[in-house]
């Protein structure tokens, strides 16, 4: 009996060991994979992905995330003009200041700036931007982002320092599968006109040039005599 | 041969021509030298303003009607000044009054000997907003007011101060675009300062504005450059080439150091021969010019963002060794910065430390006039919020201003 009891309180012991092994393993690990997760100073476009019919009209929010102090930021997106519509630009909570909603040319530039001493941090809208999908395609909302370049998209802090490290791009697709085909075969039309013309002048220049080679030929097969024949034969 | 002969003869020909041509070249580089042989010292005065100022006045009736109060007491009429810029000029009609604004600059002109002789002046301004819908003519009048400025300083009705330059505003004037306009020679003033006023050609017409048109445009950056010429000081005989009683501006300064005067005084004993100087420009991405004057002779200098080592050729300046000059940095974005050296050898080395970036309206101070500007810039996206000079208007430079905000220059 006793020793029944030593041995369960041996099992015990070791049960109680194991368990507590387990659980310092457990939380060194997840401690560790906080400490070495890379805090991102990004820009994301929410939603990344839709799918969306023609003439909706749908919301782009632009966010900023990071653990630092910024003192403003400038996104830089480019769009296919011929598929997407900004119908307005509305400013965010991340920036009191928003002096830059521009766009051009299939470009769109948004610049928040910070006041004061004010400063932002976390995860907030720099701006949300209105877009109408005018015509079937599939199309992305790009951000530009080239490091070490500080023309384009920039999370900026004190002494100009640009923390950016990532951004999120957005993807749509607009209208049913026949409508994208159509579409693209609408835009792809001058090209494949201007492909034919080429080919046809390629074909023109091939049959032009066998002609040429056939007329050479029938003039080489032509026996010009060398003896002069309105003279009599020389002795 | 015939084939032989004819191909020689179009030789021949061919070589009397290529003949005649470097002939000619050689006649015409020789009398172009002779034209440049050294016969002056150059002299540039270029600076921005010392001093800005706006009034704007409020009339019932236009013409400005004498028994509502004015001109008599401009005051009564209902004047307020503005400090700084950026300067409005123009008229505009709203809510039943009138207004007519002007605007006064004033530059430091007393490094301009009163022996000098004035050979031309440009006054410069860069458009900050364009709100006129018809167009009128900017002009500049010489005026002296007192700084800083007051409504008695007003000008009166009839605009008695005559004009001595002026330039077309239209519509479609860009905005950010900078316009250089001649000036009458003898409105500088040598030795001391000279003063402008500058007022719409409408205004002067007493052209009633109309209702809800406006008609006035905003500028900043005034800046006045002016060459002369002044008698030389007495120097040792130069046994090759013969003395010159004059010095005279040779054109506008380059970066490369070699047209700041003439090159007269370029083997005198004793003189400034070369400046090397350190200046750095914290946060500057691109190129940016800049002007740097000592004594009275200015020029641009061309800084980068990976460079401190600039030299940086006087030789042409005849300066005196064992003396104290102050060379003056200015620009467009930074604040004005004087550093005092002593020209202890044929060259000099000059620290200048650091320049500061972010004074956009030039009035020596990084302030909230340069955030508004700013933020016009940004949102038009022109350049001249283009504080780092990599080419973007962005965060980035309201970052370099908020850190520099509260800076004044020398």
């Not at chain 2, 022109?382 to 990599?390: A, V």
């Amino acid at each position: 009996m006793i020793l029944i009891k030593k041995i369960k309180k041996h099992i015990l012991k070791k049960l109680i060991l194991t368990s507590l092994i387990v659980t310092v393993l457990l939380v060194s690990s997840l401690f560790s994979k906080a400490a070495f997760a890379k805090d991102e100073n990004e820009i994301i476009l929410d939603p990344s992905y839709k799918e969306l019919h023609m003439g909706d009209e749908f919301k782009v929010d632009v966010l900023i995330s990071t653990k630092s102090k910024l003192i403003g930021a400038d996104v830089k997106m480019t769009f296919d003009p011929t598929i997407l519509q900004v119908k307005g630009i509305d400013n965010g909570k991340a920036f009191k200041l928003v002096p830059l909603k521009m766009v051009k040319e299939g470009t769109i530039l948004i610049t928040g700036l910070a006041e004061g001493t004010n400063r932002f941090s976390g995860k907030a809208t720099l701006a949300t931007i209105r877009f109408k999908a005018k015509d079937a395609g599939d199309t992305k909302l790009k951000i530009a982002f080239s490091p070490p370049s500080t023309t384009n998209s920039n999370l900026t802090m004190d002494k100009a320092n640009d923390i950016l490290t990532k951004v999120t791009s957005a993807h749509f697709v607009i209208g049913t599968p026949v409508q994208r085909t159509g579409a693209g075969l609408k835009k792809s039309a001058l090209q494949i006109i201007l492909f034919l013309i080429i080919l046809a002048l390629i074909g023109a220049l091939i049959f032009l040039y066998l002609r040429w080679r056939k007329y050479q030929e029938e003039v080489q097969d032509i026996n010009i005599p060398t003896i002069p024949l309105d003279r009599p034969p020389s002795p | 041969m015939p084939t032989f002969l004819n191909f020689s003869r179009k030789n021949l020909l061919g070589v009397l021509l290529t003949t005649f041509l470097f002939v000619s070249l050689v006649v015409i580089s020789l009398s172009v030298n002779k034209v440049r042989e050294p016969v002056s010292r150059a002299a540039n005065y270029s600076n921005n303003a010392s001093s800005v100022g706006g009034l704007e006045v409020r009339l019932t009736s236009y013409p400005p009607d004498s028994a509502a109060g004015y001109p008599v007491t401009p005051s009564s009429a209902g004047c307020s000044s503005q400090s700084g810029s950026p300067l409005t000029i123009g008229q505009h009609y709203a809510g039943s009054y009138y207004y007519d604004y002007r605007a006064y600059v004033k530059f430091d002109t007393s490094s301009i000997p009163s022996n000098a002789t004035i050979t031309s002046a440009v006054l410069q301004f860069t458009l900050y907003s364009n709100d006129t819908n018809p167009s009128f003519t900017l002009q500049a009048r010489d005026f002296n007011w007192n700084a800083p400025l007051s409504c008695s300083d007003w000008g009166g009705t009839t605009l008695g101060a005559g004009v001595v330059g002026s330039y077309p505003i239209t519509s479609s004037s860009a905005t950010g675009s900078s316009f250089p306009f001649n000036i009458s020679l003898g409105a500088i003033k040598k030795s001391t300062f000279t003063s402008f006023m500058i007022t719409s050609s409408r205004e002067a017409s007493q052209i009633r504005p109309a209702s809800g048109v406006p008609e006035f445009i905003s500028l900043q950056s005034p800046k006045l450059t002016a060459a002369y010429s002044v008698p030389t000081p007495p120097q040792p005989p130069q046994p090759s080439q013969p003395s010159s009683p004059t010095q005279k501006n040779t054109g506008s300064s380059s970066s490369s150091g070699s047209n700041w005067g003439s090159s007269s005084n370029k083997n005198l004993p004793n003189t400034l021969k070369k400046l090397n100087l350190k200046v750095s420009v914290p946060f500057l991405l691109g190129e940016m010019k800049v002007n740097i004057g000592i004594d009275q002779y200015s020029k641009e200098l061309t800084l980068k963002h990976d460079e401190t080592d600039y030299s940086v050729d006087t030789s042409d300046l005849g300066l005196p060794l064992n003396k104290i000059y102050t060379i003056t940095f200015s620009g467009d974005k930074i604040l004005k910065r004087k550093v005092q050296f002593n020209a202890s050898s044929a060259e000099t080395n000059v620290n200048a430390m650091e320049l500061t970036l972010g004074d956009l309206n030039s009035d020596s101070a990084i302030n909230n006039q340069d955030q508004l500007i700013f933020l016009d810039s940004i949102s038009k996206q022109t350049s001249i919020g283009d504080i780092n000079s990599d080419g973007a208007t962005n965060s980035l430079d309201w970052s370099i201003l908020l850190y520099n905000l509260g800076k004044v220059g020398d």
